[in-house]
Nanobody, 122 residues
């Protein structure tokens, strides 16, 4: 069982930056691939970024590639997402999730946080 708690969301102007983080409970954090997903009002949840168990490999949605950076610290049981050059269309609730599989598909993630709101004003 893994419990995930996100933090760090907020309101920022277009072009600005935010960092959202996720802290996991349990001693098996390094066993999970970690991902970030987001859901905007009236839209389906979408993949944003993922990172392998060791942190050696990262994956990004085309819409955020070059602007967002995912990282993890297995010693601290945390995964973070640095959001730069933010756009109004990045506005969404951002969720971190853990999967036992190597996947970017949300339905294959086993554990989810409660989400943190990111709002980008134009």
């Amino acid at each position: 069982q893994v419990q995930l708690v996100e933090s760090g969301g907020g309101l920022v102007q277009a072009g600005g930056s935010l960092r959202v983080s996720c802290e996991a409970s349990g001693r098996t954090f390094s066993s999970y691939m970690m991902g970030w997903f987001r859901q905007a009002p009236g839209k389906e949840r979408e993949f944003v970024a993922a990172i392998s168990r060791s942190g050696a490999s990262t994956y990004y949605a085309d819409s955020v590639k070059g602007r967002f950076t995912i990282s993890r610290d297995n010693a601290k049981n945390t995964v973070s997402l640095q959001l730069n050059s933010l756009k109004p269309e990045d506005t969404a609730v951002y969720y971190c999730a853990a999967s036992v599989e190597d996947t970017n598909t949300d339905t294959l993630y086993d554990y989810w946080g409660q989400g943190t709101q990111v709002t980008v004003s134009s």
